[in-house]
């Protein structure tokens, strides 16, 4: 009995069910401004959000993201493309951890442990004029290996 238990459970584990994507998470909804978001990271989701959340945010705003470890990460490279109503807008990438130079209490944690990052960040704007924001945001570690990945959509109105 204990053997068909392990097996009907490692099946619903492992075996692919009807989800195909990850699903869409909330970060606030007005009347005025949404904000949603959805993991492009076919094998993990993750959590994230802004406080204050929507169409005017003060500078810094509160950002919180929390996920776990698939790889480990001694260097991390954070890369981003904008897009407003569809049209390309901005690039942007950084490096967050080098091997000589750690930026965040994160670099240097292994594969499996908990990460979680909570700190002010600038937006460089404190109000989204009309229209659809969408962001692109990856993280990579030293081997080219996606730690982590989301679509955020910004819709003010």
């Given at each position: 009995?204990?053997?068909?238990?392990?097996?009907?459970?490692?099946?619903?584990?492992?075996?692919?069910?009807?989800?195909?994507?990850?699903?869409?998470?909330?970060?606030?909804?007005?009347?005025?401004?949404?904000?949603?978001?959805?993991?492009?990271?076919?094998?993990?989701?993750?959590?994230?959000?802004?406080?204050?959340?929507?169409?005017?945010?003060?500078?810094?705003?509160?950002?919180?993201?929390?996920?776990?470890?698939?790889?480990?990460?001694?260097?991390?490279?954070?890369?981003?493309?904008?897009?407003?109503?569809?049209?390309?807008?901005?690039?942007?990438?950084?490096?967050?951890?080098?091997?000589?130079?750690p930026h965040?209490?994160?670099?240097?944690?292994?594969?499996?442990?908990?990460?979680?990052?909570?700190?002010?960040?600038?937006?460089?704007?404190?109000i989204f004029?009309?229209?659809?924001?969408?962001?692109?945001?990856?993280?990579?570690?030293?081997?080219?290996?996606?730690?982590?990945?989301?679509?955020?959509?910004?819709?003010?109105?």
């Open positions: 009995m204990k053997t068909l238990t392990a097996v009907v459970l490692s099946l619903l584990l492992f075996c692919p069910g009807e989800m195909k994507e990850w699903p869409e998470h909330t970060l606030c909804n007005m009347k005025d401004f949404e904000a949603y978001y959805k993991s492009c990271d076919p094998f993990q989701d993750f959590g994230f959000s802004i406080e204050p959340c929507g169409k005017y945010m003060p500078s810094p705003v509160i950002m919180k993201i929390a996920f776990l470890l698939r790889r480990d990460i001694n260097e991390l490279f954070f890369h981003s493309k904008i897009y407003l109503n569809g049209n390309h807008f901005l690039s942007y990438e950084a490096p967050m951890c080098e091997k000589t130079v965040f209490t994160f670099c240097g944690k292994k594969k499996g442990e908990f990460i979680y990052f909570e700190k002010p960040v600038k937006l460089g704007m404190s004029p009309k229209g659809v924001y969408t962001l692109s945001l990856e993280l990579f570690n030293g081997d080219h290996y996606k730690i982590a990945c989301t679509n955020v959509t910004f819709i003010s109105r």
